[in-house]
């Protein structure tokens, strides 16, 4: 909007100045034409230096263009990526219920056999009894508290047939099959929740990185637009300038003064010249990148080996270089300092000491509750900023006061160093 206004001011003055000098210079006498070309002169300037304001701002546009453009780009390749890991792990989940369901089956039919054969164990004892027996060998079934001190009676006593013995035998093995498959049954959940907790976490970083591409293209489009008003507005004033040049090189030309007129062309290649260095200057002062101070050798390896990767997209269990999740990105960066680390959350969490954040140094472990527990973790580098591999924008370096951050920080930091 602030632009838009420039502009129309600009172009105001431009044609206000066109109108009153094409009228002026007819009306004005020969001698005043030397005091109008001055005036002139100064209303060129101002026209160039809006025009070269203008111009080196339709090149700063173009090139964030471009970086947008391979943004989305890294993001659409990216999020392909963790569909496909996302769809993984459904298949992962689905294969576990079909074990579950068919275990919970099996241990059914088991614990039907069992019931089954202690029944028949029951009648016979019954049985027995009737026949003479000795009444020891009926108190084995009925004074028993479970079938584990079944077991014991009956082997006590030593009053059972072979056959009874057989059925007995199957019994123990039956329950110890039971009790390993409800074991298995009981890990295989504890699984899946794990597995549905991981899906919960990829499927919040598809929804960020989704919502900041459409952020992204959202913003690609107004600068667009912006653009097409800057070349407008630039060509207003291309057409207003060249009027201005028209009625000076006339009029020059009506009183003969051919020194004064190759003094302007002097004079305007000067100015040329000088707006080419200003948009060069700021071409190249815009393209430079902060620098950070680097501590001791081994971190400076470590952070500087990161910054060269900025930019490069998540990806869901990414070890780079070409894509990162956060623990990938941690561990890779301490690999080219030397250091070999875990390159998982779980596993970072429990390496190195765990200090205060009043302690913290540059090449400090810090991690933030994210959609879990120390569900993100990256690397101080110094001033309140931290490296690491976000969901968005990817490799990038934020700041521990940003909002989302510092709400997600819970103080929890690691000395690996």
């Not at 602030?2 to 094409?22: N, P």
């Not at 100064?42 to 203008?54: C, G, H, M, N, Q």
């Not at 088991?110 to 027995?128: H, P, T």
């Not at 970083?205 to 459409?214: A, L, M, P, R, S």
Request: charged content about 30%; glycine content about 8%.
């Amino acid at each position: 909007m602030k632009k838009s206004i420039v502009t129309v001011a600009t172009v105001t003055v431009v044609g206000f100045s066109s109108a009153f000098f094409h009228t002026q210079v007819q009306a004005e006498t020969l001698g005043n034409l030397k005091d109008k070309q001055t005036e002139i002169k100064s209303d060129r300037e101002a026209i160039k230096a809006d025009l070269s304001k203008a111009e080196a701002k339709i090149a700063d546009v173009l090139v964030e263009l471009e970086e947008l453009n391979q943004q989305i780009t890294q993001f659409d390749d990216a999020m392909k990526e963790n569909k496909a890991q996302i769809e993984k792990v459904q298949a992962d989940i689905a294969k576990k219920e079909q074990e579950v369901d068919k275990l919970e089956k099996e241990i059914a039919t088991l614990e039907d056999a069992i019931e089954k054969r202690f029944n028949k164990l029951k009648e016979r004892a019954v049985s027995y009894q009737k026949s003479g027996g000795d009444v020891n060998y009926l108190e084995v079934i009925f004074g028993s508290k479970d079938f584990g001190e079944f077991i014991n009676r009956v082997s006590a006593v030593n009053k059972i047939t072979n056959s009874d013995a057989n059925l007995i035998e199957e019994q123990e093995k039956d329950k110890k099959e039971v009790n390993e498959k409800k074991d298995k049954v009981v890990n295989s959940l504890e699984e899946m929740e794990a597995l549905q907790v991981e899906l919960k976490g990829i499927q919040e970083t598809i929804k960020q990185q989704k919502e900041e591409n459409e952020k992204k293209e959202a913003k690609l489009k107004d600068k667009k637009a912006d653009l097409e008003g800057l070349k407008e507005d630039l060509e207003i004033k291309d057409s207003n300038l060249a009027d201005l040049q028209a009625e000076v090189r006339q009029s020059m030309q009506v009183e003969r003064q051919p020194e004064a007129t190759t003094r302007s062309n002097a004079s305007n290649g000067g100015e040329l010249q000088t707006l080419s260095s200003k948009s060069e200057t700021k071409s190249k002062s815009s393209s430079a990148a902060p620098k950070m101070s680097a501590g001791s050798g081994s971190v400076s390896t470590i952070v500087n080996s990161g910054r060269q990767h900025l930019g490069v997209p998540y990806v869901w269990g990414g070890k780079g270089p070409s894509g990162f999740d956060c623990s990938g990105f941690v561990s890779w960066a301490f690999a080219q300092g030397g250091y070999s680390i875990p390159s998982s959350t779980s596993a970072l969490v429990n390496v190195g000491q765990k200090i205060s954040y009043s302690e913290i140094q540059p090449g400090d472990l810090v991690f933030f509750d994210t959609y879990k527990k120390n569900g993100h973790v990256a690397i101080y580098m110094g001033g309140g900023n931290f490296i690491g591999a976000q969901s968005t924008p990817g490799v990038s370096i934020e700041s521990m006061s940003n909002s989302y951050w510092s709400n997600a920080f819970k103080g929890h930091v690691r000395r690996v160093l």
